[in-house]
């Protein structure tokens, strides 16, 4: 897959694409169905994504609370997956985002990238002040030479799947309800880094990652399917992963510290991929560090049962 972050210098190569149009947070079913549609209107053209970064909301909101679900290196790993041959990742910024919606259809989409076709979602806003619509999209396709989809609204148990309810079935803790909208586990990626070594001395030796910038879900201490996705243990693990800031030892910084079931070896710089299976308690203080360890074996008893039953 080739990323393309720049609309006003595009290869010939990376022209002409039938491209999804959307910011695919967390890539759930229904951003996957846009996608086949894509792939459907026009099959021997180049499957394309075209994106935004940062997320439009991190550019006007910057101070509000974390809201993704994935970062940016994870949404791109999903969508190669699918079979996306070009991520158009484009910068964000005033220029873009003071287009009018007409302006965005002709210097974006049909003389900057040059679009064989697009898919929207029937929600899709765009251009200066988000006043452009699937509608007037449609229009600007007609009359700019690309072809457009408008693809309905994704539903399932009368609920429009969407990244918002996925945030809420994930700060609720029913990560598998969070699962079945977005069609994969809900999964942390980052890179492995140094933490206090508690773990390890509590005989739970943990792979810490940061969850800045990220939407939280329930902390609490959760079943996980662990992907180690380079360095001399890449491969598929098991394991069980407290989330959240440490209540017995006074953090104050919430990240995701995973134990690996049965591993031994070093993962620090490693990248990591957690997936979140089933969500067993919240966080908890503790009497003694005797009583947090059984807790734990509990915990890992548990996590290994739920995921051999999975």
Known sequence: MRIIRDYQ?????????SAAIGNFDG????????????????????????TFEPHPREYFAPQSPPFRLMRRGARAHRLEKLGV????????????????????????LAEGLGVAHVVVGADFCFGKGRAGTADDLV??????????????????????????AIRTALSEGRPREAAAMLGHWHRIEGVVIGGE?????????????????????AFGVYAVLVDVLDGPHKGSYQGAASLGVRPMF???????ETYIFDFSGDLYGATLSVGLVEYLRPEMQFESLDALIAQMDGDCARSRDILDKR
């Open 9 to 17: 210098f595009v290869e010939p190569q990376d022209r002409g694409a």
């Open 27 to 50: 890539v759930h079913i229904g951003h996957q169905s846009v996608i086949q549609l894509a792939r459907a209107a026009a099959p021997q053209a180049p499957l394309g994504i075209i």
């Open 85 to 108: 041959e070009k991520l158009y990742e484009l910068n964000f910024n005033a220029a873009l985002a003071g287009l009018t919606p007409e302006d965005f259809a002709r210097t974006v």
């Open 139 to 164: 229009r600007f396709g007609q009359q700019m030479g690309f072809g457009v989809t408008v693809a309905p609204l994704l539903e399932q148990s009368d609920n429009t799947i969407s990244s918002t």
């Open 197 to 217: 070594q508690r773990g390890r001395d509590l005989g739970f030796p943990t792979a810490n990652m940061s969850i800045e910038g990220l939407h939280p879900p």
């Open 250 to 256: 006074g953090g104050e910084v919430p990240n995701i």
